[in-house]
């Protein structure tokens, strides 16, 4: 004969709060994962605008002066604020030879 206990269980047994952990901790890591993609795609994009921007701007001085800079630092401060500061680690140098900007990664 089975006997009833006089209390009702209540609320949730210790397996099921340790798989609604894991699956919450899955999704977060999905989460962190893709937002980190995201942002390296975003700071990939920015170092193309931002080589874009400064090959305007010698086109510019280009125009303007007759000549093509001698240096980056002849853009400024008339043409750009100051050279940008890559968010991937990299660098923007000047090619004098080809009269542009590139993107030099980081090593």
């Known amino acids: 004969m089975h006997r009833k206990s006089k209390y009702k269980q209540k609320g949730f047994t210790l397996i099921e709060l340790l798989v609604v952990l894991a ?8 989460a962190v994962i893709k937002m980190t993609q995201i942002i390296d795609t ?4 920015l ?8 090959n305007s701007a010698t086109r510019v001085y280009q125009v303007e002066m007759g000549d093509w800079p001698g240096e980056a630092g002849e ?7 100051k050279i940008p500061v890559s968010p ?20």
């Open 88 to 107: 991937t680690g990299g660098t923007y140098e000047y090619d004098v030879a080809n009269n542009e900007f590139v993107y030099v990664a980081p090593e």
């Open 23 to 30: 699956i919450l901790a899955a999704l977060t890591l999905m």
């Open 47 to 54: 170092d193309i605008s931002n080589v874009s921007y400064l």
């Open 75 to 81: 853009l400024v401060p008339n043409y750009i604020d």
């Open 42 to 45: 975003a700071n990939q994009r």
